[in-house]
């Protein structure tokens, strides 16, 4: 267990600790274990299999095992912690049974192409699916994205997992939503035909250790700007809502989706305590050592501000999730991680 992270997976566990029992002797399967998503769901995985001894073992993925080894050897030697090299599109199949698989490979940060991403996802999730099937699997979790439901009208301040909404086909920039909405289908389908139990989450936008401060994710560059002095740039007007969900809050609703949701139901993931791009610098810059200046290099055209923010009713009514780390607070634990790295 990750001694800087102690409180974090404390958390976690406090607001888990019944479901775990299910992977007792048991194998999960895990792709996209490298990056964000990956490294906190190993993270409260080891953190709870030493806990509640609960004797599972864990297969990941990755393209650069050595990479992985070097970014986290605390993870990649843990005992039950197991990695085999390749890519979600045509792994060879690892041998023995998985009760569980997450499937949370394609980083929507890290994408080359448009086709790339399509294939990537597309494909990928094919053969993950197949691979379920393969290893009887009885649940698998899919990391979709709230991406599936296309730009969010202004007028609907939290979008529900009932808006019929969607990427423009014809945009290449869509590229990743679109793929998305294809995989849950393909998840769909594959729960109707073969029995595994499809978990969806549509991922919004988070924070905490192990961010990549380096892609197009504002909060990741905000913090990444104060720690270096500031200033903190703002390339566009400033006028975007958006929202964050601390990474130890994500891992109680992922696993909570994995062990509990039904089949084939889609759950939104997030935060609903939105707030404008700008807000959100002067925010980090507010409240960090040393404080710094916000840069807004864009002007307002008057248009609605574009919104990427969840509604999330349906988690917290059917689920009993919730949101436990407030922004601050959040934006706080994030920097003294990276500050301590």
């Given at each position: 267990?990750?001694?800087?992270?102690?409180?974090?997976?404390?958390?976690?566990?406090?607001?888990?600790?019944?479901?775990?029992?299910?992977?007792?002797?048991?194998?999960?399967?895990?792709?996209?274990?490298?990056?964000?998503?990956?490294?906190?769901?190993?993270?409260?995985?080891?953190?709870?299999?030493?806990?509640?001894?609960?004797?599972?073992?864990?297969?990941?993925?990755?393209?650069?095992?050595?990479?992985?080894?070097?970014?986290?050897?605390?993870?990649?030697?843990?005992?039950?912690?197991?990695?085999?090299?390749?890519?979600?599109?045509?792994?060879?199949?690892?041998?023995?049974?998985?009760?569980?698989?997450?499937?949370?490979?394609?980083?929507?940060?890290?994408?080359?192409?448009?086709?790339?991403?399509?294939?990537?996802?597309?494909?990928?999730?094919?053969?993950?699916?197949?691979?379920?099937?393969?290893?009887?699997?009885?649940?698998?979790?899919?990391?979709?994205?709230?991406?599936?439901?296309?730009?969010?009208?202004?007028?609907?301040?939290?979008?529900?997992?009932?808006?019929?909404?969607?990427?423009?086909?014809?945009?290449?920039?869509?590229?990743?939503?679109?793929?998305?909405?294809?995989?849950?289908?393909?998840?769909?389908?594959?729960?109707?035909?073969?029995?595994?139990?499809?978990?969806?989450?549509?991922?919004?936008?988070?924070?905490?250790?192990?961010?990549?401060?380096?892609?197009?994710?504002?909060?990741?560059?905000?913090?990444?700007?104060?720690?270096?002095?500031?200033?903190?740039?703002?390339?566009?007007?400033?006028?975007?809502?958006?929202?964050?969900?601390?990474?130890?809050?994500?891992?109680?609703?992922?696993?909570?989706?994995?062990?509990?949701?039904?089949?084939?139901?889609?759950?939104?993931?997030?935060?609903?305590?939105?707030?404008?791009?700008?807000?959100?610098a002067h925010e980090v810059?507010?409240?960090?050592?040393?404080?710094?200046d916000v840069r807004i290099?864009?002007?307002?055209?008057?248009?609605?501000?574009?919104?990427?923010?969840?509604?999330?009713?349906?988690?917290?009514?059917?689920?009993?999730?919730?949101?436990?780390?407030?922004?601050?607070?959040?934006?706080?634990?994030?920097?003294?991680?990276?500050?301590?790295?």
């Amino acid at each position: 267990m990750s001694r800087r992270l102690a409180d974090d997976l404390d958390h976690i566990l406090d607001h888990s600790r019944p479901l775990w029992e299910e992977l007792r002797d048991n194998r999960v399967f895990l792709t996209g274990g490298t990056g964000f998503f990956g490294c906190w769901l190993l993270e409260s995985f080891t953190c709870a299999n030493e806990r509640l001894n609960l004797g599972a073992k864990i297969v990941v993925l990755t393209r650069d095992p050595a990479r992985f080894r070097s970014k986290a050897p605390h993870l990649a030697s843990d005992s039950s912690v197991e990695l085999v090299a390749g890519d979600i599109r045509d792994f060879a199949f690892p041998s023995g049974d998985f009760t569980h698989v997450i499937h949370a490979a394609t980083d929507s940060a890290v994408a080359p192409s448009p086709i790339e991403v399509v294939d990537t996802i597309v494909r990928g999730t094919e053969h993950c699916l197949e691979f379920a099937q393969h290893a009887h699997t009885r649940k698998l979790l899919f990391t979709s994205s709230g991406a599936v439901y296309g730009k969010q009208p202004s007028e609907i301040t939290h979008v529900s997992e009932e808006y019929a909404g969607a990427p423009d086909p014809l945009n290449p920039a869509s590229a990743y939503g679109e793929s998305k909405r294809l995989a849950e289908l393909q998840c769909a389908l594959a729960a109707q035909s073969t029995g595994v139990e499809a978990k969806i989450a549509r991922c919004f936008a988070f924070v905490g250790p192990y961010l990549n401060l380096d892609v197009h994710f504002a909060i990741g560059n905000f913090l990444r700007d104060q720690m270096r002095g500031g200033p903190i740039v703002i390339k566009g007007d400033g006028t975007a809502f958006r929202s964050y969900l601390y990474a130890s809050d994500l891992m109680i609703w992922l696993w909570t989706i994995l062990f509990r949701a039904p089949s084939s139901r889609a759950y939104n993931v997030g935060s609903e305590d939105d707030l404008s791009i700008a807000e959100l610098a002067h925010e980090v810059a507010a409240t960090g050592i040393p404080k710094v200046d916000v840069r807004i290099e864009g002007t307002p055209t008057g248009a609605p501000p574009a919104r990427y923010v969840p509604s999330t009713e349906r988690a917290r009514l059917e689920l009993g999730l919730a949101q436990h780390i407030a922004l601050p607070a959040a934006i706080a634990k994030t920097r003294a991680w990276f500050q301590h790295s």
